[in-house]
C-alpha cells in the first residue's frame, strides 16, 4: 500500500527524529510505499526562501512555495491507500486535521495515530477532537496508541482498501 503520514513531525528536531528512524522505518519494514509530505518538495526551495531577508521578496516566494507544497501534498493524499494521521499534541495539528477531512471526502481509510498521554478531546466520549475521530472512524480506520499496533491496523484497513 501507499500510505500518506499527516502529521506535523517535521516541523522540529527533536520530533523529526522519531519521525524518520521510528515511523516511516515501521512502515517501509511492513513492506508499505510511504509519501512523505516532508521529502515531497525540494528542500532546497525552502530553504532558500528561510534565507532571504524578511520584506515583499521573502513573502511572495513564500506564496509561490506554500502553493507548492499544499498541491504536492494534496497530489500524493489523491494516489495513497491509505493516511496515517499523527494526532499528537495539546491539540491536532491544523494541518493535519486538515489532510483528515481531505482524505476522508476522497474516500480514504484513515489511521490515527495518538502516542501522547496527555487528554486531548471534546468530552470523554472520544480520544481527540470529536470531528478528527469521526472522519477516522467513519473511513473505515481505527486509532492506534502504540507503533507496536500500526501492523494490526493497516491489516485492517487493507481490507477497506481492497473491498470498497
Known amino acids: 500500500m501507499k500510505i500518506y503520514i499527516a502529521s506535523p513531525l517535521g516541523f522540529t528536531e527533536s520530533t523529526r527524529n522519531f519521525y524518520e528512524t521510528k515511523l516511516?522505518?515501521?512502515?517501509?519494514?511492513?513492506?508499505h510505499d510511504v509519501l512523505d509530505p516532508w521529502s515531497l518538495t525540494d528542500s532546497r526551495k525552502i530553504e532558500a526562501?528561510?534565507?532571504?531577508?524578511?520584506g515583499s521578496e521573502r513573502r511572495n516566494k513564500w506564496k509561490r512555495l506554500n502553493a507548492e507544497?499544499?498541491?504536492n501534498n494534496r497530489n500524493a493524499i489523491d494516489i495513497c491507500d491509505v493516511v496515517l494521521a499523527v494526532l499528537d499534541g495539546v491539540d491536532v495539528d491544523s494541518g493535519t486535521a486538515s489532510e483528515i477531512g481531505y482524505a476522508f471526502a476522497k474516500g480514504k481509510p484513515i489511521v490515527g495515530y495518538r502516542g501522547d498521554l496527555?487528554?486531548?478531546?471534546?468530552?470523554?466520549?472520544?480520544?481527540?477532537?470529536?470531528?478528527?475521530?469521526?472522519?477516522?472512524?467513519?473511513?473505515?480506520?481505527?486509532?492506534?496508541?502504540?507503533?507496536?499496533?500500526?501492523?494490526?491496523?493497516?491489516?485492517?484497513?487493507?481490507?477497506?482498501?481492497?473491498?470498497?
Do not use: H, M, W
Not at 24 to 31: A, F, S
Not at 132 to 154: H, N, Q, W
Open 49 to 54: 526562501a528561510k534565507k532571504l531577508p524578511y
Open 24 to 31: 516511516i522505518r515501521v512502515i517501509k519494514d511492513l513492506g
Open 69 to 71: 507544497i499544499g498541491d
Open 118 to 164: 496527555r487528554l486531548s478531546s471534546d468530552n470523554e466520549g472520544c480520544v481527540v477532537n470529536l470531528q478528527v475521530e469521526y472522519f477516522i472512524r467513519k473511513s473505515g480506520g481505527v486509532l492506534v496508541f502504540k507503533i507496536a499496533d500500526l501492523p494490526t491496523a493497516f491489516k485492517r484497513v487493507v481490507r477497506v482498501v481492497r473491498y470498497s
